[in-house]
């Protein structure tokens, strides 16, 4: 089966630095999305994209949070500067975009940790 | 995006059916009805989907009522490994999926 890959698996890292996680969207899905979840708020969308273009980030706190597709196989989710507060598993899917009724697929997501 | 209400949790024993509801009293004509979910330390997971007829596949049976106002997620012989999360999900096509907190199902050996 295809996958969405996720690196790296577990970051543990001290506050004030800065975090990237990538994602390898499944070939040929044109639509990514970046969730994270916390035992408090459960799963939160952060942001999506199609074909590469940011959609909605709405969800995303803008001062310290930045996502991007610098192409169509790598999505990337960067924190700058990290707080503990950040400490949770983000999730990245992907899927086959507008009109498409298929499920999306999730990665095994990244835990980080911030201390 | 129009809300659906499940119940926090239900337990089930191994190999008996489950039956997992969700009501959405304001969904869109458009909106397909979607079921994820989380096994332990894992991401969310397809199940399943329909639009207004019942829908089958090889992990779930989908009722849909015909006001579609509730649907019924049926696992028609519970295993360990089917003890989950399971996330009802109203989502127009293409568009975001949106959690919501989803039933715990335990099951019982």
């Known amino acids: 089966d295809a996958r969405v890959t996720q690196t790296p698996r577990h970051k543990v890292t001290e506050m004030g630095q800065e975090v990237t996680m990538r994602c390898q969207p499944i070939?040929?899905?044109?639509?990514v999305f970046w969730y994270r979840q916390t035992m408090m708020q459960g799963l939160e969308l952060l942001a999506y994209?199609?074909?590469?273009?940011?959609?909605?980030d709405s969800g995303m706190p803008k001062d310290r949070f930045s996502a991007e597709m610098p192409d169509a196989t790598l999505a990337t989710l960067k924190i700058q500067p990290s707080e503990p507060r950040d400490s949770a598993v983000y999730f990245c899917?992907?899927?086959?975009?507008?009109?498409?009724?298929?499920?999306?697929?999730f990665g095994s997501g990244t835990r980080l940790t911030v201390v | 995006d129009a809300k659906t209400t499940q119940p926090n949790s239900m337990e089930s024993n191994e190999e008996e059916p489950v039956h997992l509801p969700c009501n959405h009293s304001?969904?869109?004509?458009?909106?397909?009805i979607h079921w994820y979910r989380q096994l332990p330390s894992q991401g969310p997971e397809y199940v399943i989907h329909g639009l207004t007829s019942n829908v089958n596949n090889r992990m779930a049976s989908l009722a849909i009522a015909e006001d579609r106002k509730s649907s019924t997620l049926i696992l028609h012989r519970a295993t360990l490994r089917d003890a989950a999360v399971y996330y009802c999900?109203?989502?127009?096509?293409?568009?975001?999926?949106?959690f919501g907190g989803g039933t715990r199902v335990l099951v019982k050996p």
């Open positions: 070939l040929g899905h044109n639509t």
């Open positions: 304001t969904i869109s004509g458009t909106d397909y």
């Open positions: 999900i109203l989502r127009a096509a293409g568009n975001k999926l949106t």
């Open positions: 899917a992907s899927g086959l975009g507008q009109g498409s009724n298929y499920g999306y697929t």
């Open positions: 994209f199609r074909n590469r273009a940011p959609l909605d």
